[in-house]
C-alpha cells in the first residue's frame, strides 16, 4: 500500500534550535496537509498545499514557522528559533484535492519535544 | 461554531460486543463527505470508512458501519464484535467545498476494550 512518509518520527532538541520535518506524500496526490496534535488542543490545520502551491497557512505561526514544498514528493515544515511550546506531534496528510469523496492519508507523524 | 462534534470523550466496551460512537456535523453544503479515522495509541491516524452525502446506503467496512441520518446530521460509527486492537481513539471528520475541502475533525472518542 502507499503511505505518507515523515521523517524523522521522534526529535528532541533544545530551545532556540532549528527543526525540520519532512514528508513524502503518496504519489499522484496533489495535496498536502500539516497538523500539529495536542492534548490541549487537539488537531490544528497548520498549512496546507495544492499542486506545490501554499493555499492556506493561517493556522500556522508566521513569525518561526515555514511550510514549503520544493518539488511533487517533498514537504517540509521549519521551526526555527523552536520553542518548548511546540512540543507535539506533527502529522502530514496526503490527498485529492477538490473532492469531497476523498479521504486524507497520514503519516506516521513526527513526535518532537523541545527542551 | 463546532463542525463536527463528538459528545462522548470517553467510552468502555466489553469484547465481542457492538459500540456505536457518535457524530454530528454542522454544514449548509448540499455535497460533503463524513470520514472516521482511528488513532491508536502508537499515534498513526488510520482512515477506517468514508459516507458520502448522496449516498443512501450506509458505508460498511468489515466490522465498521456508519449509521447516516441526513436529516438530523449525523454519522455514528459502529464497530461490531468489538476487539482488544480496537481501543482507540476515534476522530470523526467532514470535508465540504465551502471549507475548499479541507477536513473539519471532531475531539475524538476513546475507546478502550476489556476483555
Known amino acids: 500500500d502507499a503511505r505518507v512518509t515523515q521523517t524523522p518520527r521522534h526529535k528532541v532538541t533544545e530551545m532556540g534550535q532549528e527543526v525540520t520535518m519532512r514528508c513524502q506524500p503518496i504519489?499522484?496526490?496533489?495535496?498536502v496537509f500539516w497538523y500539529r496534535q495536542t492534548m490541549m488542543q487537539g488537531l490544528e490545520l497548520l498549512a496546507y498545499?495544492?499542486?506545490?502551491?501554499?493555499?492556506?497557512d493561517s493556522g500556522m505561526p508566521k513569525d518561526r514557522f515555514s511550510a514549503e514544498m520544493p518539488d511533487a514528493t517533498l514537504a517540509t515544515l521549519k521551526i526555527q528559533p523552536s520553542e518548548p511550546r511546540d512540543s507535539a506531534v506533527y502529522f502530514c496528510?496526503?490527498?485529492?484535492?477538490?473532492?469531497?469523496?476523498?479521504?486524507?492519508?497520514f503519516g506516521d507523524g513526527t513526535r518532537l519535544s523541545i527542551l | 461554531a463546532q463542525k463536527i462534534t463528538q459528545t462522548q470523550p470517553g467510552m468502555f466496551v466489553q469484547e465481542k460486543e457492538a459500540v456505536t460512537l457518535d457524530c454530528t456535523y454542522d454544514?449548509?453544503?448540499?455535497?460533503?463527505?463524513l470520514f472516521w479515522y482511528k488513532q491508536p495509541s502508537s499515534g498513526e491516524m488510520i482512515f477506517l470508512i468514508y459516507?458520502?452525502?448522496?449516498?443512501?446506503q450506509n458505508a460498511t467496512e468489515g466490522r465498521y458501519s456508519l449509521n447516516f441520518q441526513k436529516a438530523r446530521k449525523s454519522a455514528n460509527l459502529v464497530i461490531s464484535a468489538s476487539q482488544l486492537g480496537d481501543s482507540a481513539m476515534y476522530f470523526c471528520?467532514?470535508?465540504?467545498?465551502?471549507?475548499?475541502?479541507?477536513?473539519?475533525f471532531g475531539a475524538g472518542t476513546t475507546v478502550t476494550v476489556r476483555a
Open positions: 496528510a496526503s490527498g485529492q484535492g477538490g473532492y469531497s469523496n476523498q479521504p486524507q492519508h
Open positions: 454544514t449548509s453544503d448540499q455535497s460533503y463527505g
Open positions: 471528520a467532514m470535508r465540504e467545498p465551502l471549507n475548499d475541502y479541507k477536513l473539519s
Open positions: 498545499f495544492r499542486n506545490r502551491a501554499p493555499l492556506d
Open positions: 504519489l499522484g496526490h496533489n495535496t
Open positions: 459516507q458520502g452525502s448522496y449516498d443512501e
